[in-house]
C-alpha cells in the first residue's frame, strides 16, 4: 500500500518480489490537489479495502507512511502488518491539523505493527515518540541497484553539471537552487543544472527560470522512466538538494553510488551520511548564498575532493546494496511467522 509511481515504492515492491519469487498486489489513494478531495479519496480507498477483503486475505500486508497507508493497513485481512516511515517524521506538513489528526493515525499504525521499516537511524526517535515497540523496528535501508547505478569517475564527467532529482514540490525549494544560479552567473562561474522530475511547481519553476533568464543554465526532464535516471546521474559532476526536511534518501544514496558529489542541506537525515566539506557539503535551509558558495567551493576544488567520492561509493556498496539489503528484509519478513516457544 503506497504511492506506487514513487521510485521508492518501486524499489520496495521489485526488491521484494525478486528475492521471493511472489507477485506483490497494490493498492493506492487516487491524487487529488484538495484536501476535501484528498478525504473523499481516502474513503473510496476505505471502500476498496473492504471490497478487497471480500474476495481474499493476505499473510503480510506493507503499508508506506504511518499516517496514511500504516493506518489503513490495520483494515486489511492480513496476518502480518509492516509499515514504514517515509521521512525523519511522517507528521508533515506541521500545521494545525497534521499536528492534531496525524499523531493518532501514527500511534494507532505503530502500536498495530508486526514489524516498522526505519531505513536509518534518523528516523527511530520519531517513531519511539509514536510509542512504537523499539523490537519491532527494523534499521535497515532499501538499498539501491548497484548494477544499475554504477561508479563513473571525475574525469569522465561533465564537470560543470549538477543535477536535483526530488520532486517539484515546495518542500525540496527549487527555487533556491535557482537563486543560486543567479548569484553564480553574476560572478561569472559557469554551470549547468539538470532538474529531473515533475510536480505542482513545475510551470513556477518554469517561468521563474525564464524570468531569471536561466534558460541556458536549466533544463527540466519532466518525468522520467527510473531507467533513465542512472545515466544522467553518471554525467554529472554535483548532486544538489535543498529541502526544508530529510528522512533517509534514496536520491542521495543514488548520487553517492554514481560519483557526484552531494551538495544538501544540513539536516540530521543528511548530517547522518554527509560530513560536511569532507564527503559533500552542508549548507543551510533556505539559504541560497551558501549554496552558492559551495557550489563555487567545490568547482575550484573539484580534485582534492575525489578520494571522498570514491569513499562515498564505497559506503554505498558496503551498506546500501539492494539485493544484499532486500534479503535480509525478506528473511525478517519470514521470521514474524515464526512461532516463538519457550524453552
Known sequence: MGETYRADAQTWIKGIENVSGLKIDTLEVKSTKTRLGRIFMFLVFLFQIFKTNLKKSYDIVLAERSTSYGFFSLFVNAKKRVVAQQGITDIWPLTNFSLKVKPIFQSKAYQNADLIHAWGEVMVPAMLDAQADPNRILILPKGIDLDLYQFIGFEEKQRDLAIVTRSLTSVYNHADVLDALVILRDQGIKIKVIIVGDGELMTELEARVKSLDLEEMVQFTGRIPNEDLPGLLQRASMYI???????????????????????????????????????????????????????????????????????????????????????????????????????
Open 241 to 343: 538538494s535543498v529541502p526544508s526536511t530529510e528522512g533517509v534518501s534514496a536520491s542521495l544514496f543514488e548520487a553517492m553510488a554514481s560519483g557526484c558529489f552531494p551538495i544538501v542541506t544540513d539536516l540530521p537525515g543528511t548530517r547522518a551520511f554527509i560530513k560536511d566539506a569532507e564527503n559533500g557539503f552542508l549548507v543551510p535551509v533556505n539559504d541560497p548564498k551558501s549554496l552558492a558558495l559551495s557550489i563555487s567551493n567545490y568547482l575550484n576544488n573539484a580534485v582534492n575532493f575525489q578520494d571522498s567520492i570514491l569513499s562515498n561509493r564505497k559506503f554505498i556498496e558496503d551498506n546500501v546494496d539492494l539485493n544484499k539489503n532486500m534479503q535480509k528484509i525478506w528473511e525478517k519478513y519470514k521470521s514474524l511467522f515464526i512461532t516463538k516457544t519457550s524453552a
